[in-house]
């Protein structure tokens, strides 16, 4: 998903989130990053090459839950359950393994494009890796 794409997902996600607060429809929602319009705490599940493995994801989840649940708590929400999507797959030609990767081998530049703009500036070395969400 391109960086235009993935913040249209997060408006619609925050747009969602506002209904939400406001009593309207919809009643319940499946949110990803639109938490984070809430409170910034949320983000911490975004943070790229933050965990190791699903178990650490659960781990931190569970530690983190009473907290998370009394700030949606203040704002008139409830969490009903959470959810594990997968990790965000980076494609690259060569191996990026860490952050640090990133940083080293490929300058970690990030370069927003339009979905339609991806395929040209991959064939042009515009940009070197592509992120992807499951």
Do not use: K, Y
């Amino acid at each position: 998903m391109g960086h235009r794409a993935q913040a249209d997902g997060i408006r619609l996600e925050c747009s969602v989130v506002t209904q939400l607060r406001a009593g309207l429809r919809p009643q319940a929602a499946a949110l990803t990053t639109g938490l984070g319009c809430l409170d910034r705490a949320f983000s911490v599940f975004g943070v790229p090459f933050l965990f190791e493995s699903a178990e650490e994801v659960w781990a931190v989840t569970a530690d983190l839950e009473p907290t998370l649940r009394s700030r949606l708590d203040a704002q008139g929400l409830t969490l009903i359950s959470w959810g594990f999507g997968g990790w965000v797959h980076i494609f690259s030609a060569s191996r990026i393994a860490s952050l640090a990767d990133l940083r080293r081998r490929n300058g970690f530049n990030p370069v927003v494009l339009s979905q339609t703009d991806i395929a040209a500036s991959l064939a042009s070395d515009g940009i070197t890796a592509l992120p992807a969400p499951p």
